[in-house]
């Protein structure tokens, strides 16, 4: 158990639907991220927010929207997906405190994401 | 570029017999560096991480892993592997200090022989 929920864990949606992915952390943490892991790639960094606030945007298509309303809480919002899309988003947090020797980053398990 | 190596993508080992995971980096300063493991349909589990001192890093598991600055290397090993053992490794690094950034290697999955 590693203090990172993911709902829902399996997702399938067609292009033109909008669905959201949720990620709650209960660590007490200050950062969180999205990381997207497709087959045969290695795993991507999409999104950090601090304390709430947007940190880095990697290069991310706009059909992606993250909403993080609290510390505890990050959403990704997905409208008008394409069928490449379709990987594993992981949800991960940490606490930042300006020396990477204690920013451990813990995932959660996940939301396996199908675009048809 | 800068990035993360994990040279081998597939490795089979048999039950009981030691296994060793390679992972190489090119950042030119030491970087803070992390393995992972990933069991199938699960998330990424830390089992050690290494930011200064001592080079051997003990995780859990029964896992070790060595930093070799000369080398730029930090390799995953384990003495004797048991078939849960099987999953997918992944070396990151935290490229500077102060990153927030985990830079992630491809993978290496590991199968297991009973």
């Known amino acids: 158990e590693t203090g990172v929920t993911q709902t829902p864990r399996h997702l399938v949606m067609g292009m033109t639907n909008k669905k959201s992915l949720k990620c709650e952390q209960h660590?007490?943490?200050?950062?969180m991220y999205w990381y997207k892991q497709s087959a045969k790639k290695p795993l991507e960094l999409m999104f950090v927010y601090n304390f709430k606030e947007q940190t880095e945007n990697n290069s991310v298509p706009s059909r992606f929207s993250p909403e993080c309303p609290n510390s505890s809480h990050l959403f990704l919002h997905l409208h008008t997906l394409q069928p490449e899309d379709s990987a594993l988003y992981l949800c991960?947090?940490?606490?930042?405190?300006?020396?990477?020797?204690?920013?451990?980053?813990?995932f959660g398990p996940g939301t396996r994401l199908t675009v048809l | 570029a800068q990035s993360v190596t994990q040279p081998d993508i597939h490795i089979t080992v048999s039950e009981g017999a030691s296994l060793e995971l390679r992972c190489n980096y090119s950042?030119?300063?030491?970087?803070?560096l992390f393995w992972y493991v990933q069991s199938p349909g699960q998330g990424l589990q830390l089992l050690l991480k290494y930011f200064s001192g001592d080079t051997l890093v003990q995780g859990i598991k029964g896992f070790e892993a060595e930093f070799k600055r000369s080398q730029s290397s930090f390799n995953l090993r384990k003495p004797s592997v048991h078939w849960s053992d099987a999953a997918e490794y992944f070396c990151?690094?935290?490229?500077?200090?102060?990153?927030?950034?985990?830079?992630f290697g491809q993978g290496t999955r590991l199968t297991i022989n009973p």
């Open positions: 950042y030119g300063a030491t970087p803070y």
């Open positions: 990151a690094v935290v490229p500077y200090q102060g990153a927030q950034k985990l830079v």
């Open positions: 660590l007490g943490h200050n950062a």
């Open positions: 991960a947090s940490s606490m930042p405190t300006g020396h990477s020797s204690t920013d451990t980053q813990y």
